[in-house]
């Protein structure tokens, strides 16, 4: 199985300012065949199911703020919000679909 | 708009049978798509147990195969997850999701979410 390993584990940032979480998986997740990184990122709030915000590492989902970017390759991946808002407190989760799909341990993110 | 939503006991017992259903609305799962099962413990993580297509073939997280069961009733728009032998271990919130394009793919579509608890 790839592992996924998120960083920091939680991090508070103050509103407006911003947030940056990562993710590194154990193996690539770039596929030589379509040249795309089989990624995805999610959020969860409280008693939520989580949400997806991107895939193949930085294609938003639709309706998702265009706050939230992600970029990266290979083995290396990041999650930005520009601007942290209330209502982005939530956990954050990096996702492979490379293979059998894993998830990463999640990042908290808070207000400062 | 595509809705799912999980159903069934919230309570198992020790080496007993959990059961679930997801019930998918907006879609129907004959037509396409990857259907799947995540759960999560309690304060923990996510982990995947597996998916199926609604022509019937399954796919399973390795480390759960030899408990895990997922069918689908494309009459009732329905899949099902059976996970055998349970441990308190396997007290978690279980999701039902979508994936489109492959049965390893990210999930765009997740039901509410049921709390499942193992206790006797």
């Known amino acids: 199985d790839i592992v996924m390993t998120q960083s920091p584990d939680s991090l508070a940032v103050s509103l407006g300012e911003g947030a940056t979480i990562n993710c590194k998986s154990s193996q690539s997740v770039l596929h030589s065949s379509n040249n795309r990184n089989y990624l995805a990122w999610y959020q969860q709030k409280p008693g939520q199911p989580p949400k997806l915000l991107a895939y193949w590492a930085s294609t938003r989902e639709s309706g998702v703020p265009d706050r939230f970017s992600g970029s990266g390759s290979g083995t290396d991946f990041t999650l930005t919000i520009s601007s942290l808002q209330a209502e982005d407190v939530a956990i954050y989760y990096c996702?492979?679909?490379?293979?059998?799909?894993?998830f990463g341990g999640g990042t908290k993110v808070e207000i400062k | 708009q595509v809705q799912l939503q999980e159903s069934g006991p919230g309570l198992v017992k020790p080496s007993e049978t959990l059961s679930l259903t997801c019930t998918v609305s907006?879609?129907?799962?004959?037509?396409?798509?990857?259907w799947g099962w995540i759960r999560q413990p309690p304060g923990k993580g996510l982990e995947w147990i597996g998916s199926?297509?609604?022509?019937?073939?399954?796919y399973y997280n390795t480390s759960l195969k030899s408990r895990v069961s997922i069918s689908a009733d494309t009459s009732k728009n329905q899949f099902s997850l059976k996970l055998s032998s349970v441990t308190a271990a396997d007290t978690a919130v279980y999701y039902c999701a979508r994936s489109p394009y492959y049965w390893n793919c990210y999930f765009d579509y997740w039901g509410q979410g049921t709390l499942v608890t193992v206790s006797s």
């Open positions: 907006g879609y129907a799962i004959s037509s396409g798509y990857y």
């Open positions: 199926i297509y609604h022509t019937g073939s399954t």
């Open positions: 996702q492979q679909y490379y293979s059998a799909p894993t």
